[in-house]
């Protein structure tokens, strides 16, 4: 029973690229060749394939990973196209093979990549949202910082967990669940150094967000417990991966008494989860990120995201009312589609990024980053977590967008 089933699934699938010099020199098609043998070469993934190399123009390689069973062969097909075909493997493995092929265009430069991009799109559009970590187990694993020991992990675990408790009194918790957000002051107090210092990390690896520059103006990088460590920011990093295991925990939050629809309490049989690097955004003088919420309404009346709650810890010391910069939040505006409406609706209060404060909101609240107007030079730092939790989300899935026309035309030789 199973074996035709198998068969039915294991399918050929192909992919053409087509052409873009024309006609095309002898150099260009050997140089894809070439490019299709150093992508075998350079990637765990593929391995080359002796049987077939000789019996068509063009390579071939198998998938290890898939069992060996899929079969790849990249091709001039016709005077004006190259052809990827995929034998033996399923539509999500093949998916995969798009994949890899997509984080490598660069080396395929001369062929349109287009509908590449739209598989590998497709593709990760089709799976669904990623579950989470569990919020018990957010660090300690070693991925998130190899280099500590595990009775570091507990030690810093346990400093992380007591800080947290102290932070959320039942009263914090109370506002929280009533208002839909809550500030608490003087969570922790970070060295303007420590602060400084992320300034660095985001000219090597941040990049302004995929959004329009009529949205946001921030640039933004995504900390590992590692990359944390390095700018002094760990015990930060650790306080905001403690806050999901505490909600899991608290007897207060998982009873269902919310007064405030849209957050609904935790439960072990629903649990937050955590990601496991967390999100650091710098607004330099003039920068702003105008009114939107980190899971809104989509166009189906689902959810974007499987986001829950979000926590935003400041970084920025003296800061005051003139600097500009506040985080502007539409009191109970989840249900809004547009975010017009939900300006239009509801009121607000202005929280100033002070460093040391911890704002903590449902994630579907309507907010904006008012324009930082310091008119001194003054960077606006905060460090930032979502709670997760997928199952309650609504979403059906990541919309995977990445890349654009002006990226692509750089590709073309
Ligand atoms: C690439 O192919 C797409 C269709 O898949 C087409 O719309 C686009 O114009 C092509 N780009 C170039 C530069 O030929
Ligand atoms: C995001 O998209 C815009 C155009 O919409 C582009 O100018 C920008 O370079 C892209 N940024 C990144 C980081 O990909």
Redesign the pocket.
């Given at each position: 029973m199973l074996i035709p089933s198998l068969l039915l699934v294991l399918l050929t699938h192909r992919l053409s690229f087509p052409l873009l010099v024309d006609p095309t020199p002898a150099s260009v098609v050997r140089r894809l060749d070439d490019a299709f043998s150093t992508l075998v070469s350079d990637d765990y993934f593929f391995e080359k394939s002796a049987d077939c190399t000789s019996s068509a123009k063009g390579s071939s390689a198998k998938v290890p990973l898939f069992g060996s069973s899929a079969l790849v062969s990249f091709r001039r097909a016709t005077p004006d196209s190259f052809l990827l075909t995929v034998s033996g493997c399923t539509a999500e493995q093949f998916g995969w093979i798009c994949v890899k092929f997509y984080e490598e265009r660069r080396k395929f430069k001369g062929l349109n990549h287009s509908g590449l991009r739209r598989a590998t799109a497709e593709h990760f559009n089709s799976l669904p949202p990623h579950p989470g970590y569990d919020a018990h187990a957010p660090w300690s694993v070693t991925d998130a910082d190899p280099s500590m020991t595990s009775s570091e992990t507990d030690l810093a675990s346990e400093a992380s967990a007591a800080l947290v408790r102290s932070l959320f009194p039942d009263s914090v918790l109370e506002e929280l669940s009533e208002e839909g957000f809550v500030v608490i002051d003087d969570a922790f107090s970070t060295s303007p150094a420590a602060a400084n210092s992320l300034t660095e990390h985001l000219t090597e690896a941040a990049?302004?967000t995929?959004q329009?520059v009529s949205i946001r103006t921030d640039r933004v990088a995504f900390l590992s417990r590692s990359d944390a460590r390095s700018c002094g920011l760990q015990s930060e990093y650790d306080m905001l991966m403690a806050v999901a295991p505490f909600l899991n925990d608290n007897v207060l939050w998982t009873v269902e008494k919310s007064s405030h629809a849209p957050v609904s309490p935790g439960t072990a049989a629903r649990p937050l989860t955590n990601p496991r690097n967390i999100q650091v955004a710098e607004y330099g003088e003039g920068d702003f990120y105008a009114t939107h919420s980190d899971n809104g309404l989509d166009e189906g009346g689902g959810r974007r995201n499987y986001r829950y709650l979000t926590y935003i810890y400041y970084l920025n010391d003296g800061w005051s009312a003139s600097d500009g910069g506040a985080l502007r939040i539409r009191r109970r505006s989840g249900d809004f589609e547009t975010m017009e409406a939900a300006a239009a609706c509801c009121d607000f209060e202005d929280v100033l990024p002070v460093g040391g404060r911890l704002l903590v909101f449902d994630s579907r609240l309507a907010h904006e980053v008012r324009p930082n107007v310091n008119g001194r030079g003054k960077i606006r730092r905060a460090l930032t977590l979502w709670a997760t939790r997928p199952e309650e989300s609504g979403a059906r899935g990541e919309v995977w967008d990445?890349?654009?026309e002006?990226?692509d035309k750089d590709e073309i030789d």
């Amino acid at each position: 029973m199973l074996i035709p089933s198998l068969l039915l699934v294991l399918l050929t699938h192909r992919l053409s690229f087509p052409l873009l010099v024309d006609p095309t020199p002898a150099s260009v098609v050997r140089r894809l060749d070439d490019a299709f043998s150093t992508l075998v070469s350079d990637d765990y993934f593929f391995e080359k394939s002796a049987d077939c190399t000789s019996s068509a123009k063009g390579s071939s390689a198998k998938v290890p990973l898939f069992g060996s069973s899929a079969l790849v062969s990249f091709r001039r097909a016709t005077p004006d196209s190259f052809l990827l075909t995929v034998s033996g493997c399923t539509a999500e493995q093949f998916g995969w093979i798009c994949v890899k092929f997509y984080e490598e265009r660069r080396k395929f430069k001369g062929l349109n990549h287009s509908g590449l991009r739209r598989a590998t799109a497709e593709h990760f559009n089709s799976l669904p949202p990623h579950p989470g970590y569990d919020a018990h187990a957010p660090w300690s694993v070693t991925d998130a910082d190899p280099s500590m020991t595990s009775s570091e992990t507990d030690l810093a675990s346990e400093a992380s967990a007591a800080l947290v408790r102290s932070l959320f009194p039942d009263s914090v918790l109370e506002e929280l669940s009533e208002e839909g957000f809550v500030v608490i002051d003087d969570a922790f107090s970070t060295s303007p150094a420590a602060a400084n210092s992320l300034t660095e990390h985001l000219t090597e690896a941040a990049k302004r967000t995929n959004q329009s520059v009529s949205i946001r103006t921030d640039r933004v990088a995504f900390l590992s417990r590692s990359d944390a460590r390095s700018c002094g920011l760990q015990s930060e990093y650790d306080m905001l991966m403690a806050v999901a295991p505490f909600l899991n925990d608290n007897v207060l939050w998982t009873v269902e008494k919310s007064s405030h629809a849209p957050v609904s309490p935790g439960t072990a049989a629903r649990p937050l989860t955590n990601p496991r690097n967390i999100q650091v955004a710098e607004y330099g003088e003039g920068d702003f990120y105008a009114t939107h919420s980190d899971n809104g309404l989509d166009e189906g009346g689902g959810r974007r995201n499987y986001r829950y709650l979000t926590y935003i810890y400041y970084l920025n010391d003296g800061w005051s009312a003139s600097d500009g910069g506040a985080l502007r939040i539409r009191r109970r505006s989840g249900d809004f589609e547009t975010m017009e409406a939900a300006a239009a609706c509801c009121d607000f209060e202005d929280v100033l990024p002070v460093g040391g404060r911890l704002l903590v909101f449902d994630s579907r609240l309507a907010h904006e980053v008012r324009p930082n107007v310091n008119g001194r030079g003054k960077i606006r730092r905060a460090l930032t977590l979502w709670a997760t939790r997928p199952e309650e989300s609504g979403a059906r899935g990541e919309v995977w967008d990445e890349g654009t026309e002006g990226e692509d035309k750089d590709e073309i030789d």
